[in-house]
């Protein structure tokens, strides 16, 4: 059905979205007290993705969870409009340090927003990119903790959405490695987006840098569209094998959420009202369960992804369901899940 091809990320507005929300009256915030570091959000004001700004974002905040810092991650917003190519990203970072000062000013309520902020650089600069982080640095005033380099690639109909297009295996490129190799030098962090049939070129990667810390975004980017629909059986496997080979890898960290995208198959967005919290604990259980058991909670953190996430539920709901997975969980494991880890990858303030 027509109705139901894939469309990419996101491409329902905030209007559509308010009205589809409201179709399911909000959940109460469980276990409320407990106190979380979303590591991973956006903010975007774009003609295709609509206004995402401090104001939407603290009114998705408000619902009841005990959020007390959070972490900006790059998403093309605000690059600047002139000066050299390879410079135009610092503005992206510049424009978030003001919206991070502005919630340091205690106006608009008690989350640290934006505490941490993770950039854009074209690492296929080479040892040239170098320039480019110092001054990501510079512009962060203090907040500034790694980069974020996409690299989903998919023949299919996700490949026509990406935000990038990115040859195949650009991590094994060597140019690009000559730039990663600067994270390193420069004491920052990379985070990772792909869709998973790139999750060997990562573990690649990680065995070939074994001293730079990564984060693997969104449960590794696993595809459930396009010529993966319907083949839950076939792909499992073979993203738990490149899971657990990550895992081998002490170097690597990953983000449990991006769950909501429309990328992952689960049709939400074509329901009449959004999921419970409850629903969507069960259907993300098989990607959540393995990375844990993968990973331990020492590498795993849980990440909101909004607003992509939010074309599947409410971020009071994104994060009920992660508290029923967890609901056995020992109060030790639950702060290093949705504190701790990010706190210690980051370098942000534990709560």
Not at 57 to 63: R, S, T
Not at 120 to 132: N, Q, S, T
Not at 244 to 265: E, H, Q, Y
Request: hydrophobic share 40%.
């Amino acid at each position: 059905m027509a109705a139901r091809e894939y469309r990419g990320l996101a491409y329902r507005n905030n209007a559509e979205l308010a009205a589809w929300l409201a179709k399911r009256p909000p959940e109460k915030a469980i276990e409320p007290d407990l106190p979380i570091i979303d590591p991973h959000h956006h903010l975007w004001h774009t003609p295709t993705r609509g206004l995402y700004f401090l104001p939407e974002l603290m009114a998705d905040l408000g619902g009841g969870h005990n959020i007390v810092s959070s972490v900006f991650l790059e998403c093309q917003s605000m690059f600047r409009a002139s000066g050299p190519d390879e410079m135009k990203s610092v503005g992206e970072v510049e424009f978030v340090n003001g919206v991070a000062a502005m919630a340091a000013s205690d106006g608009y309520g008690k989350t640290r927003v934006c505490e941490a902020i993770v950039g854009w650089a074209d690492l296929m600069l080479g040892a040239k990119v170098r320039e480019v982080l110092e001054a990501l640095i510079a512009a962060g005033n203090g907040r500034f903790r790694g980069t974020r380099y996409g690299t989903s690639y998919d023949e299919g109909i996700a490949g026509k959405y990406v935000s990038r297009r990115i040859p195949q295996h650009r991590l094994l490129d060597p140019k690009f490695r000559e730039g990663f190799a600067e994270l390193g030098k420069l004491g920052l962090t990379f985070d990772s987006w792909h869709f998973h049939p790139q999750l060997p070129d990562l573990v690649d990667l990680a065995r070939a840098f074994p001293q730079q810390t990564i984060i693997v975004d969104h449960v590794g980017g696993v595809l459930g569209v396009g010529q993966y629909a319907g083949k839950n059986a076939e792909i499992m496997p073979i993203w738990r094998k490149s899971i657990a080979d990550l895992a081998a890898c002490p170097n690597v960290n990953i983000k449990l959420g991006g769950l909501g995208m429309t990328s992952f198959g689960f049709g939400f967005e074509f329901e009449d009202a959004p999921p419970s919290s409850e629903k969507l604990a069960d259907t993300w259980r098989p990607y959540i369960e393995p990375c844990i058991e993968a990973f331990g909670v020492d590498r795993c953190m849980f990440e909101s992804n909004f607003p992509p996430d939010k074309q599947s539920c409410g971020y009071t709901e994104l994060w009920n369901a992660f508290k029923h997975l967890t609901k056995n969980a020992s109060a030790a494991e639950k702060t290093a899940l949705y504190s701790g880890t990010a706190a210690k990858v980051y370098r942000l303030i534990a709560p």
